[in-house]
């Protein structure tokens, strides 16, 4: 006899239908993770919202501790947002207005745009500083673009001090009318001057950078105070006049309220 011939083949075992599941379950469960990790990090935030080591502790929650967790592909990191910064008259034989006593638009231009441009990298955003007649300012695209500029050293009257401001055609109105809100709450709110009404001239309104950016790019032309009456703030505070406008600038990119002042 077959010494083979009683003994009963087994089958391989089948995996258990609760194995099965168990599966499934864990598949889905990373499936969920690249899902929300996708929508977080497609999801634009200038600050980095996303810690870089979340993906791995999601995956860790979600898989479970008792199996090694699968390894997720690290995000392509993206450049940071960009903002520019334009110092008026710089880059070229236009000095801007002139005092008697030498005191050029230009350098105070140059000095608290240099100012907003530290600040608002520090903030986390990239900048550029631009010349006034920049080459990259065609079809420029950034998040937010402010040109600063001074007004007249000439005596006009008792009433000619604080700022003005004005922004650039936008595909959508109510963005221009937002940084312009913006800027003057803030800029008031820090350096104490105030917006003076009535004097924004057709230089401003019809400023050339305005139609050599692009049309999605949020535009300000800002005359941070007149040379004459605000000299001294002009000249010896430019810290507070960039603060002022670097507030102005983040408060419209992350749509803080701008109401009760300014205007």
Same mark, same amino acid.
């Given at each position: ?155 006009? %009257?008792?009433? !000619?001090? +604080?700022?003005?401001?004005? #922004?650039?055609?936008? @595909?959508?109105?109510?963005? =221009? ?25 057709a230089h401003m ?33 430019? %810290?507070?006049? !960039?603060? +002022?406008?670097?507030?102005? #600038?983040?408060?419209? @990119?992350?749509?803080?309220? =701008?109401?009760?002042?300014?205007q």
């Amino acid at each position: 006899m077959d010494p083979f011939e009683h003994e009963q083949f087994q089958p391989e075992a089948r995996p258990s239908r609760m194995a099965s599941m168990n599966v499934l379950g864990q598949m889905l469960r990373v499936f969920v993770v690249a899902a929300f990790l996708a929508t977080m990090f497609t999801a634009w935030t200038p600050l980095g919202l996303v810690p870089s080591d979340l993906a791995g502790q999601l995956v860790n929650i979600f898989w479970g501790g008792g199996q090694a967790a699968p390894s997720l592909p690290q995000p392509t990191p993206r450049p940071r947002p960009l903002i520019g910064i334009v110092a008026g008259h710089s880059g070229g034989v236009d000095p801007g207005a002139v005092c008697p006593d030498g005191l050029t638009e230009v350098s105070i231009n140059l000095d608290v745009a240099t100012r907003v441009k530290e600040k608002l990298t520090a903030a986390g955003f990239d900048v550029d500083l631009l010349e006034e007649f920049d080459e990259r300012l065609d079809g420029y695209q950034a998040l937010a673009l402010v040109s600063i500029h001074a007004d007249s050293c000439a005596y006009i %009257d008792d009433n !000619a001090s +604080g700022f003005k401001i004005a #922004v650039a055609p936008n @595909i959508d109105p109510s963005q =221009a009318t937002r940084l312009s809100a913006c800027l003057s709450n803030r800029y008031s709110r820090v350096t104490g001057l105030r917006f003076h009404a009535g004097s924004v001239s057709a230089h401003m309104t019809g400023y050339h950078v305005f139609s050599r950016i692009d049309l999605l790019t949020s535009a300000a032309i800002v005359e941070v105070g007149f040379m004459n009456l605000d000299r001294q703030i002009l000249t010896q505070q430019p %810290d507070l006049l !960039a603060e +002022g406008l670097a507030q102005g #600038v983040l408060c419209y @990119i992350y749509n803080e309220d =701008a109401s009760g002042g300014g205007q």
